[in-house]
């Protein structure tokens, strides 16, 4: 079946370092895959998306790349703030109304 | 306005009680879900509707019902609660397209349930 692995952490960097979390993910066809982000006592927002092979997806300066040789969907930022704290849910979806199968996610905490 | 929201934000309750959450979104969507949160802040799926028809059914202890009353509604409620149940319960909703390419959803803010 489908599964997404991700880097579980947790991860503490210091202000401005350069950030990389994981994921690889397998899948028949071509899913649409996604990276989510849950701050603190809140629900889970859509940070970015790809839906086909050599998609780049970006937004607030996180970047992730489909990249369908290697099965991977690696999330990163040049740098990271205080408020990129939180936790990071790698994701896969196939078809418009079929679940999403997310990571274990990953706590990311920001140290200024 | 919220998109997808969740009611009660909070619910402490005793074991064996019986309660529910509900869930509403003003997105047009047509598929609504209920995810569960873990303490390890793992998600599963439990239920997905889609126009008010149910299309996925995880293993879910059959104490967990949910209802959907239209499309735009996705409750659930639960029978003589468990310590066991205690988490966070996410509602999400999302659109099919016409290419049928998933586009992601749309999460409310989550329920928090204690069982004490």
């Known amino acids: 079946g489908n599964s997404v692995t991700q880097m579980e952490g947790p991860v503490t960097l210091s202000e401005e370092a350069f950030l990389t979390i994981n994921c690889t993910y397998t899948?028949?066809?071509?899913?649409?895959l996604f990276w989510y982000v849950q701050y603190p006592g809140e629900g889970l927002q859509l940070l970015l998306k790809?839906?086909?092979?050599?998609d780049k997806g970006s937004n607030k300066g996180f970047e992730a790349t489909y990249r369908k040789e290697t099965t991977s969907f690696h999330l990163e930022k040049g740098s990271v703030q205080v408020s990129d704290s939180a936790v990071y849910f790698c994701a896969l979806g196939k078809g418009g109304s079929e679940k999403l199968v997310f990571g274990k996610g990953m706590k990311l905490t920001v140290n200024p | 306005d919220t998109a997808v929201s969740q009611t009660p934000k909070y619910l402490v309750t005793q074991m064996g009680n019986d309660k529910s959450i509900k869930c509403e979104q003003n997105l047009g969507h047509d598929t609504m879900y209920w995810y569960k949160q873990d303490s390890k802040k793992f998600l599963k799926i439990m239920f997905s509707?889609?126009?008010?028809?149910?299309?996925i059914n995880e293993t879910v202890p059959n104490r967990f019902s949910p209802k959907s009353p239209d499309k735009a509604h996705l409750n659930l409620h639960i029978n003589s609660l468990e310590l066991g149940d205690s988490a966070v319960y996410f509602c999400?909703?999302?659109?099919?397209?016409?290419?049928?390419?998933?586009?992601?959803?749309?999460f409310g803010s989550g329920t928090r349930l204690t069982v004490v």
């Open positions: 790809a839906t086909k092979a050599d």
């Open positions: 509707y889609n126009n008010k028809e149910l299309i």
């Open positions: 999400a909703s999302s659109q099919l397209r016409r290419d049928r390419s998933n586009y992601g959803y749309t």
């Open positions: 899948a028949t066809g071509y899913p649409s």
